[in-house]
């Protein structure tokens, strides 16, 4: 025996001790640990590698350098004689493994070898034997998880020469490790929102593409996501901030990986704050005329909507009222009109910049998520009720009517102002069509454009009313004025009513129905209270018996508000939100609740998914489920291709849901998504407004 084979059998002496510290559990062996090198001796000074090698019993596996949602990384602490140092170790492609319940993780199967660079001081003296120890700790999975560990030593002779060793599992474990230079390819990372998204060519022959992250400390990171487009692959992953990994692509011969930095510009709004992950739209030029053309139309259309119906016989009785007025006055009325919806939009714009100017969210009608907010414009449709009803009238102190007479030359015209804001108030809780991606683009764009594009779909939906006020001879058409007004103005009141009880509705959903209780026993009192003011308020009542009138009018009003408001609907808690069960009614379709982590895991599973994203106060979201969604033929159609239907409510304020809407781009409600079964990376968005033969046409899509 020559020298060279007594060193290989010391190396598979070695080996053999390196199975006595085998990981057994119920007596069979998980995991074999060992130490080899990649030389026969260590040579004073000159570096040489060692690995840890693993072998795990079938359908067991251990972990990557990052072991994705689950797991632990293997871990090797080396106690090393003196002047000896270890590099980190080189970690080889892992294999993406996903688990039951949406689980991603990396990690090797099989049979694994983790490198390390060990460097050997240079005053070593030949012919001394030298100990490495480490202290190897890992945990190996399947379908349990058990932690192992062992303690292994691997002895070499100090030579001035030696001669490589283990070079088949080195080489094979060297071929595995990604490499540190630029892939071959060139990768274009761009980022929107959130979500990176990295478009590459890849070489002929290509039969597969990987990216195995390595998120930094505290970096959250989501399931890279991977599809082949046309002669390369798009990659999307979610997180924040660059993100280093290796992408790894695999052929016929095996698979190569490299490590690459994955970084793209931020938008300014998702990197300075961590809840916003809005889009940012292009804001080239034609962009935004797009946008502008978009808020207009979307104006004109938003007159039509189930929201704003309520006042439009307002506006029809206003103009009808004109109809024997002059020219003169029937367009001052409609520019006062227009300037209420103007003042409005703007005013929202407003608030909205404020909103984002200060880190928070802004989204389309968020005011009706505040069952205060929806209180008052209860107790403020309520008194507008009882005045067309005849029980109070809004009279100005003289000195204010003469001054506001000689200001305007003529009474009422404020009215038109206020009717204009009223409906607009209104309808804001409404999207139609080519409103939502109008409004999705104004929420992403500064202050300036921001208020354009309002600007815009106020020119659009007051644009009806300038038209008729500015035609006299579409206002002939019109009925002319006479007694008959006076009833007709009485029947409006109930419209308004017929508004009141959507207003509680939503304020039922939102606090519970004894919140309707409270708040209807306050607009009962206010209703006294405005009666005894129309009464005091007559022209033969002065003096004291109208200031006593006034002020158990206001006691009235103070002392409902302090008992209903702030002693019982204050504290009434909140209804249950989208996070909460969500009752079958009758027959109809079986929502289940909004979650992303279920909407996740169904898209992970496989399984086409529905998702209506909805709100109490939303009458367009009511129309379109009453009229298109849960009807017969929907609901037959959704059993029948197992399509799993996800309701997400928005009545109440929900950060999740309003993340979810803006992966969209989208503001507001409503808003329809559906996901075929196994294309999670192309789901189908369904218009604001909907048809039966619509719906039914996008879910025959889902298989």
Same mark, same amino acid.
């Given at each position: ?13 070695? $080996?053999?001790?390196?199975?006595a510290?085998?990981q057994?559990y ?6 074999e /640990?060992?130490?080899i ?13 060692v ?22 990384p ?8 003196p ?8 970690w ?10 949406d689980?991603?993780?990396?990690a ?21 034997s ?17 932690p ?32 540190p230079?630029?892939p071959?390819?060139?990768?274009l ?5 959130g ?6 060519p890849v070489?002929?022959? $290509? ?29 999307r ?24 930095t ?11 704050n961590p ?22 139309l ?9 929201c704003?119906l309520?006042?439009?016989s ?5 103009f009808?009222r ?34 984002k ?11 009706f998520?505040?069952p ?24 100005? /102190?003289?000195?204010?009517?003469s001054?506001?007479s ?9 009215g ?21 991606s ?6 992403t ?35 002319k ?11 409006m009141?109930?419209?308004l009513?017929a ?6 509705y ?5 606090r519970?129905p ?8 306050f ?5 006294l209270?405005?009666w005894?003011?129309g ?8 003096g004291?018996?109208?200031?006593m ?6 006691a ?6 302090w ?29 289940? /609740?909004?979650?992303k ?6 898209l ?7 998702i ?42 929900? /950060? ?6 803006q992966r969209?781009?989208?503001v507001?409600v ?14 189908i ?13 996008a ?5």
């Amino acid at each position: 025996m020559n020298f060279r084979a007594a060193l290989a059998g010391l190396f598979l002496f070695v $080996t053999a001790l390196g199975a006595a510290h085998a990981q057994v559990y119920q007596g069979r062996t998980l995991v074999e /640990p060992a130490l080899i090198a990649d030389t026969t001796a260590i040579v004073p000074g000159k570096p040489f590698r060692v690995g840890l090698r693993l072998k795990m019993a079938p359908e067991w596996h251990t972990y990557w350098e990052y072991a994705g949602d689950a797991g632990i990384p293997t871990q090797i602490k080396w106690d090393l004689p003196p002047g000896f140092g270890a590099g980190p170790i080189e970690w080889p492609l892992p294999e993406a493994i996903l688990e039951p319940g949406d689980i991603q993780v990396y990690a090797y199967g099989g049979e694994i070898l983790l490198l390390q660079t060990i460097q050997p001081p240079a005053n070593l003296g030949p012919g001394a034997s030298v100990t490495l120890r480490a202290n190897a700790s890992w945990l190996v999975c399947a379908e349990i998880c058990i932690p192992g560990k062992a303690a292994l030593s691997l002895d070499l002779p100090v030579a001035t020469q030696a001669e490589p060793a283990n070079v088949e599992a080195f080489a094979q474990a060297a071929k595995r490790l990604p490499s540190p230079e630029a892939p071959p390819f060139e990768i274009l990372w761009t980022r929107s929102g959130g979500t990176l998204t990295g478009s590459f060519p890849v070489p002929e022959g $290509t039969t597969g593409v990987d990216f195995f992250p390595l998120p930094g400390k505290d970096q959250e990171v989501g399931h890279a996501k991977i599809e082949k487009a046309g002669e390369g692959y798009i990659l999307r992953i979610d997180t924040k901030g660059d993100l280093r990994g290796v992408i790894a692509v695999k052929n016929s011969t095996g698979e190569r990986g490299w490590w690459v930095t994955a970084s793209a510009p931020s938008a300014p709004a998702a990197s300075e704050n961590p809840e916003s992950e809005i889009r940012n739209p292009k804001s080239s030029l034609s962009a935004l005329l797009a946008a502008l053309f978009s808020g207009f139309l979307g104006g004109i259309i938003l007159n039509l909507m189930p929201c704003v119906l309520p006042v439009i016989s307002l506006k029809i009785f206003g103009f009808v009222r004109q109809a024997g007025s002059s020219h003169r006055s029937i367009a001052l009325h409609g520019f006062a009109f227009a300037a209420g919806i103007f003042a409005w939009f703007l005013a929202l714009g407003l608030v909205i910049v404020g909103i984002k100017a200060t880190g928070a969210q802004a989204t389309w009608a968020f005011q009706f998520q505040n069952p205060w907010f929806n209180l008052g414009i209860a107790t403020l449709v309520f008194a507008f009720a009882l005045n067309l009803f005849g029980v109070f009238e809004l009279t100005l /102190p003289g000195r204010a009517t003469s001054a506001l007479s000689e200001a305007s030359g003529r009474e009422g015209y404020g009215g038109s102002f206020f009717q204009g804001v009223f409906a607009t108030l209104l309808a804001t809780p409404c999207t139609g069509p080519f409103l939502g991606s109008s409004l999705g683009f104004a929420f992403t764009q500064p202050a300036p454009i921001t208020l354009l594009l309002f600007a815009s779909i106020a020119t659009g939906m007051a644009l009806p009313y300038l038209a008729l006020s500015l035609q006299p001879g579409w206002v002939r058409f019109l009925p002319k004025p006479g007694a008959w007004m006076e009833r007709l103005k009485q029947f409006m009141g109930f419209p308004l009513l017929a508004a009141l009880l959507w207003l509680l509705y939503i304020i039922g959903g939102q606090r519970g129905p004894r919140a309707i209780i409270w708040a209807a026993a306050f607009l009962l009192v206010l209703g006294l209270a405005l009666w005894i003011y129309g009464l005091v308020s007559a022209p033969h009542i002065r003096g004291r018996a109208r200031a006593m009138g006034l002020l158990v009018a206001l006691a009235l009003v103070g002392g409902a508000g302090w008992l209903f408001l702030g002693q019982y609907f204050a504290n009434e808690k909140l209804a249950p939100a989208a996070g909460a069960a969500i009752e079958k009614n009758g027959d109809g379709i079986p929502w289940q /609740p909004y979650s992303k982590a279920a909407v996740d895991k169904l898209l992970a599973e496989g399984k086409p998914v529905f998702i209506d994203f909805t709100a109490d106060w939303c009458l367009s979201c009511k129309f379109n489920e009453r009229t298109a969604i849960d009807v017969p033929a929907v609901r037959r159609k959704i059993a029948e291709l197992g399509i799993v239907p996800i309701k997400a409510d928005w009545t109440n304020a929900n /950060p999740e849901i309003t993340a979810a809407l803006q992966r969209f781009d989208r503001v507001g409600v409503p808003f329809y998504v559906l996901y075929p079964a196994g294309k999670s990376d192309a789901p189908i968005t369904l218009p604001e407004l909907l048809t039966e033969s619509l719906v039914l046409d996008a879910l025959s899509r889902a298989k």
